[in-house]
């Protein structure tokens, strides 16, 4: 079709003309809500089935995980997820309790995981510094990271951009699809800024 001089081109009114999409990727982190769980059950049990990044064999359970909504809740310490503006679950952390004992009350066991598709945009360094940020506002001394040591490159990546040290390895401590793991330890130092009160006296995982 040719336009003659003193045609008026047809333009499609905004509300009608293609949208590009939007480049940017966007999510909030907040804490974590009880209904949020059976997203986060399905993140992690991607991982359980189908990587050796978690030595977990067995997929969780919704029980499991409102046990660990609970004792976290309990503890006081940070379950945060990272929702993308239409409310999806695109990954989560969380800060445990470090071994089981009292002694250790000052020390945190961090967790991470992304769903499918939320990798590689940055996420990971931000969820990891708002729980470190969560942890240091409780009074948390140190966090510690336990990592696989096969296929988890991007784990020591983050870790290891956000601060934490190698801390030593445990060869051929675990064993999933038929193969030898190992652990690989990675600890940061935090800078509490205030007192921690005490963990309950039940500080297991
Ligand atoms: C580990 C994980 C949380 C990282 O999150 P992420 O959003 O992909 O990480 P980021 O985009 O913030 O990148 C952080 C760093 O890791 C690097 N990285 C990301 N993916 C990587 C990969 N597949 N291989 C190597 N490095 C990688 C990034 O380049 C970046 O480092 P840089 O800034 O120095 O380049 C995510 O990949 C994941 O959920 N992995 C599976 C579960 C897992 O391993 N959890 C940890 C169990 S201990």
């Not at 045609?7 to 590009?20: G, N």
């Not at 942890?135 to 990271?145: K, S, T």
Request: charge should be positive.
């Amino acid at each position: 079709m040719q336009f003659e001089p003193g045609d008026r081109r047809r333009v499609l009114p905004r509300h009608l003309r293609p949208q590009s999409a939007p480049d940017v990727f966007a999510y909030a982190i907040r804490p974590a809500r009880s209904t949020d769980l059976p997203y986060v059950r399905e993140i992690y049990n991607h991982f359980v089935s189908n990587s050796v990044v978690t030595l977990d064999e067995r997929r969780s359970s919704i029980p499991y995980w409102r046990e660990k909504f609970a004792l976290l809740t309990r503890l006081g310490l940070p379950f945060l997820v990272a929702v993308s503006p239409s409310g999806v679950v695109l990954g989560y952390a969380l800060a445990q309790p470090w071994a089981g004992k009292n002694a250790y009350r000052y020390t945190v066991e961090d967790s991470i995981y992304l769903g499918p598709g939320a990798g590689g945009k940055g996420l990971g360094a931000a969820l990891l510094q708002a729980l470190i940020d969560a942890c240091e506002q409780l009074g948390i001394r140190e966090m510690v990271a336990v990592i696989s040591d096969s296929k988890a490159d991007a784990s020591i990546r983050l870790h290891a951009k956000l601060g934490f040290e190698e801390a030593g390895r445990m060869g051929r401590v675990g064993h999933k699809f038929g193969r030898e793991l190992g652990t690989v330890y990675m600890k940061r130092v935090l800078k509490p800024v205030r007192r921690r009160k005490l963990f309950g006296s039940s500080a297991g995982r």
